[in-house]
């Protein structure tokens, strides 16, 4: 039960992103079915269940983001605030991608004059607090110089880049495992981009 929410995530939490969208009932449809394959990639493959609710969290903490943008609510902001804390305690990276996302949008919107510079601070302050705690107070396992228990070897910074296509894979043993992730990964393409065909 806990792998199927887990894997769930990503979809339930586009889709309640894209609830406030204009956009039409089938397209909605596509997307959540589209969004299924990516929540099956290989970090879910491998277990990393943790960082699979990463990815899912800051698209949840995004729309509440989008309606607070719209119209401030402080009983709004205080659930977005409880989003983020939860956040932080699942996995660092949800602070990551939500300072990020956050981030640029604020840049973008405060450059087009949609909105003001004090609501995009407010936005800011539990991501700060979260990060304040976990600099100065929290209390880490051990320090960054410990040698680990089981140790394992988590690549280097080029490796990482390298395996960006890891979102997309599944099975990685013989070549024709690959073909088949590969087969699928063209299939997902063309059903992103046969809707939008005449636009392009």
């Known amino acids: 039960l806990w792998i199927a929410l887990v894997m769930l995530s990503l979809p339930l939490a586009i889709l309640f992103y894209l609830r406030g969208s204009k956009l039409a009932a089938d397209g909605r449809i596509l ?4 969004s299924l394959y ?9 277990g990393f269940l943790t960082f699979r609710l990463a990815i899912a969290l800051p698209l949840v903490c995004f729309a509440l983001v989008q309606r607070l943008r719209r119209r401030w609510s402080t009983a709004l902001f205080a659930f977005y605030g409880m989003v983020v804390v939860l956040g ?3 996995h660092l990276a949800t602070i ?5 996302a956050l981030g640029v949008s604020a840049l973008l919107r405060l450059w087009l004059r949609s909105t003001s510079f004090r609501i995009e601070a407010c936005l800011f302050i539990p991501i700060a607090v979260v990060v304040a705690w976990h600099v100065g107070v929290a209390v880490h396992g051990h320090a960054a110089t410990d040698l680990p228990q089981g140790a394992f070897n988590w690549g280097t910074w080029s490796g990482k880049i390298w395996r960006l296509h890891w979102e997309f894979m599944r099975y990685y043993g013989t070549r024709f495992d690959r073909r088949v992730d590969e087969l699928l990964l063209l299939a997902c393409a063309a059903c992103v981009l046969w809707p939008v065909r005449h636009q392009l």
Not at 96 to 100: G, H, N, P, Q, R
Request: hydrophobic content about 65%.
């Open 88 to 90: 932080y305690l699942t």
């Open 38 to 46: 990516l929540s099956t990639d290989g970090f879910l493959f491998m």
């Open 31 to 34: 997307i959540f079915i589209l």
């Open 96 to 100: 990551v991608f939500l300072a990020t």
